[in-house]
């Protein structure tokens, strides 16, 4: 059986205590992985430290942007590894696996290697009433050894999205991938092994939140900063164990996203975009589309189309390469789903299509699958409206006015994204800026600009990444003046 194993201060190391890493396809284990105890954390911490002390810590901005391009042309050159692992962890399609997940985790490091090496710098002259001036200048220092706790969902592509940046800036990492999705960050350790990373600068522990790995991290005294994407009670205990030591953090959190389709949308580009905002993979994305508002004029014909799409749709084995909805990521989150799907019926939903597990004859029963599900009928403050649910579902509802949808659309505590769908122009500009949310979209969804900034708004987090903003969070930024006096008479 394949071992995952810890790899702190340049070395791969086994543990005492281990647990399954589970296919949610077929419920079969696909390895065994060695979970990092409170000692090891600590280690993996200090290894981080004495890197910044040497090697690490002497290395300048241009010679980082080559370590992070050599990362990622070593991660391309195993690029099938990491579509497998990827795949194995979380039964995702290979449509997705292979165009989003895997591409973007390389692109993460390229982007960031680009953005470090143009990235200006602050500086002001201030002049003074006596005829002299103080020249004011920004320098951008690391932070420290920064705790990065990834999620299961996008295993490697969230991954790279906060170690890329924190790597560019200088600081050293200790890395904590979901407890479900421990491989493609075991390969990014092997990468970081054959690029050359200083020992110490990238450390990797496993294990799991509560009374393991997570929470040593999070609780450690000399971590110096902790960046988490993942659901929002989470959230919450991370940042009271930060506030101890007020540390920075970055938090992207979930979400009860609203998508708002009017009459006049290219309605087959709308469908196309809603297919995808609603089902990638298997709605278990925080941008996704759980509350769904259709302008009153088209929305039996909206109904009645998704249906009909969702009917067509293929949900496989993920290796197929037609296969466009895979299982959840696990037997458990499955479970949850389905608590939803039960009360939902409590609360007097209308099922469009869905509701319950596919069943295939085969290892796939075994496995983690759930139908794609639309729902109707609820009023906005039911707890199947207002609850993240994190799974192929989402309620649909009429609206009548555009002040109306805007209104019901921002009532939420969440506030992460929402898609809009129109072709008249004004109203797109002026709906989108109504959202309280991080990301607006219109007339498409999950596109992104790398260099723009990305969070949420309420309980969808805290701060703000991409791009500049990485960098600043991942800095300490100093401003360093100098008094300048007025020339003296020769």
Known sequence: MKQLLNYVNGRWVESHKTFEDVSPVDGSVVAIVHEAGRELVDEAIKAGHRALAGEWGRTTVAARVILLRRIADEMERRQEDFIAAEMADTGKPLSMASSIDIPRGIANFRTFADIISTAPLESHRLDLPDGSYALNYTTRK????????????????????????????????????????????????????????????????????????????????????????????????????????????????????????????????????????????????????????????????????????????????????????????????????????????????????????????????????????????????????????????????????????????????????STIWTSNLSRAHRVSEAMRVGISWVNTWFLRDLRTPFGGAGLSGVGREGGMHSLNFYSELTNVCVRVDSETEQ
């Open 142 to 417: 690391p932070l420290g050894v920064v705790g990065v706790i990834s999620p299961w969902n996008l295993p490697l592509l969230l991954l790279t999205w906060k170690v890329a940046p924190a790597l560019a800036c200088g600081n050293a990492v200790v890395v904590k991938p979901s407890e479900e999705t421990p491989a493609t960050a075991t390969l990014l350790a092997e990468v970081m092994e054959a690029a050359g990373v200083p020992a110490g600068a990238f450390n990797l522990v496993h294990g799991f939140g509560p009374n393991s790995a997570g929470e040593s991290i999070s609780n450690h005294p000399d971590i110096s900063a902790i960046t988490f994407t993942g659901e929002s009670r989470t959230g919450s205990t991370i940042m009271r164990a930060a506030a101890e030591g007020v540390k920075p953090v970055s938090f992207e959190l979930g979400g009860k996203n609203a998508a708002l389709i009017f009459a006049d949308c290219d309605f087959e580009q709308m469908l196309d975009g809603m297919m995808r905002a609603l089902f990638l993979n298997s709605g278990q994305v925080c941008l996704c589309s759980e509350r769904v508002y259709v302008e009153r004029a088209i929305y039996d014909r909206f109904c009645n189309a998704l249906v009909k799409r969702i009917k067509d749709m293929k949900v496989d084995w993920p290796h197929d390469p037609a296969t466009e909805m895979g299982p959840l990521i696990s037997a458990k989150h499955r479970d949850k789903v389905l608590t939803y799907f039960e009360l939902a019926r409590q609360e007097g939903a209308t099922f469009l299509t869905g509701g319950g597990i596919p069943h295939f004859g085969d290892e796939r029963d075994r496995g983690a699958w759930i139908e794609p599900t639309v729902i109707s009928g609820l009023q906005d403050d039911a707890r199947c409206v207002r609850e993240e649910i994190f799974g192929p579902i989402c309620h649909v509802s009429p609206f009548d006015s555009e002040r109306e949808v805007i209104a019901r659309a921002n009532d939420t505590k969440y506030g992460l994204a």
